[in-house]
């Protein structure tokens, strides 16, 4: 152990257990625990991770990073145990009169997590916040990751980190697994925001973010607006329908109903807008479809709720440059020639079901182009 951690003096780095009390440290460590964000009682919000390095050990939870920050984005999504962090000018402070903490110091701070599995750096959506790692930098990551796999035992085919060209600056390095981009949580913790491919066999609320592909209003149910939404990530349970070069496969394609003030709150849309859907739940039709549908919350006493889906203008965020990335292979795989364009997906061009009997939630095509 003491090899290791002279090693690690040797690069600079101050071990964890010589931090003291009111200075201002650049940290390296490995994460033992990270909890999903949540929105704190001020105007930020909060994300904390517990870490420690070979100079504390493995067995007890150790130093605690509380990452105030007023933008979520700017946390590193999906940190997990075994994940190699770096901050920079953390603050360090005590809690319940003797326990160490690092407060990041939001004007300055600047902080990089990597993957302990494949060495990239877990992108976020905030690139002021991003460590830009040094060839020095990549071998502490390497010494701190072996430690971690001789010390707990990880059996993970971990491969050592090349030079900082290797690092994930953005989401479209193809370095990063886009079809399966880390799971983010919506404020407070609990709800995760789920492509669609995620979905199935999640019980709980969700949140989506996804591309408009049709949006239609229906005259004859009240309160009811239907789209359909692609992320393009595979929907398990797809609707039917038929291929073709002019329009997006129906397999990408997720049906989402909104009901009372979900439908008569929804923006006007158009083929391409990303929009953001909160408090989600999934089903699957009598067709064996799998959708999702956003229900209204009345209450006697106060009324219906606040309608829950927006258009989501942050073209940085994880998500949507994941979702983009996805779209910009997809086109390339699937038009015949580069004059042709992806067209708007009317509901005239998919099925996914004949009728449903109450409440009507699907969308049917015929050669009339019948709407229940």
């Known amino acids: ?44 919000y909060i994300k904390v991770m517990n870490i420690t390095d070979p100079s504390l050990g493995w067995e007890n939870p150790r130093f605690s990073i509380n990452m105030f920050y007023p933008e979520p984005e700017a946390f ?21 009169g003797t326990k160490k903490q690092m407060l990041l110091d939001k004007s ?138 002019e329009t997006i496969d129906p397999k990408y394609l997720i049906q989402g109903t909104l009901w009372d003030e979900h439908a008569r709150g929804c923006p006007e849309l158009k083929f391409g807008d990303i929009v953001y859907l909160k408090n989600l739940q999934s089903k699957i039709s009598q067709f064996g479809v799998m959708e999702v549908v956003l229900r209204g919350e009345k209450n006697p006493q106060t009324g219906y709720g606040k309608c829950k889906i927006q258009k989501f203008d ?8 994941a979702l983009k990335l996805r779209q910009e292979r997809y086109e390339k795989k699937f038009k015949r020639s580069t004059s042709e364009k992806i067209q708007e997906v009317t509901p005239a061009k998919v099925i996914t079901g004949l009728f449903h009997d109450s409440p009507f939630t699907t969308i049917y095509k015929n050669e009339n182009v019948i709407y229940n």
């Open 108 to 245: 300055v701070s600047r902080w990089a997590i990597m993957d302990r599995v494949t060495s990239n750096i877990r992108p976020t959506g905030h690139k002021q916040t991003q460590y830009t790692l040094t060839d020095n930098d990549v071998e502490i990551v390497n010494l701190l990751k072996n430690w971690y796999r001789e010390t707990t035992g990880s059996a993970d085919d971990q491969m050592d980190v090349d030079l900082p060209g290797n690092q994930v600056r953005a989401v479209e390095d193809n370095s990063v697994d886009i079809m399966n981009h880390p799971t983010m949580y919506a404020t407070g913790g609990n709800r995760p925001i789920l492509p669609t491919n995620k979905i199935l066999g999640h019980s709980r609320f969700l949140d989506y973010i996804g591309m408009v592909v049709a949006s239609h209003k229906y005259e004859r149910v009240n309160d009811c607006h239907v789209l359909l939404l692609t992320d393009y990530t595979e929907n398990p349970k797809p609707m039917s329908g038929y291929e073709a070069s």
């Open 76 to 96: 590193p999504f999906s940190a997990a145990e075994g994940d190699i962090v770096i901050f920079t000018d953390m603050r360090v402070t005590l809690y319940q």
């Open 1 to 44: 152990m003491t090899d290791i951690i002279e090693q690690l003096k040797n690069l600079g780095v101050k071990p964890l257990n010589e931090f003291q009390h009111g200075t201002k440290e650049k940290l390296y460590g490995v994460i033992q625990l990270a909890k999903p964000h949540y929105k704190s009682r001020g105007p930020d």
């Open 314 to 321: 942050h073209p940085d965020h994880i998500y949507v440059q």
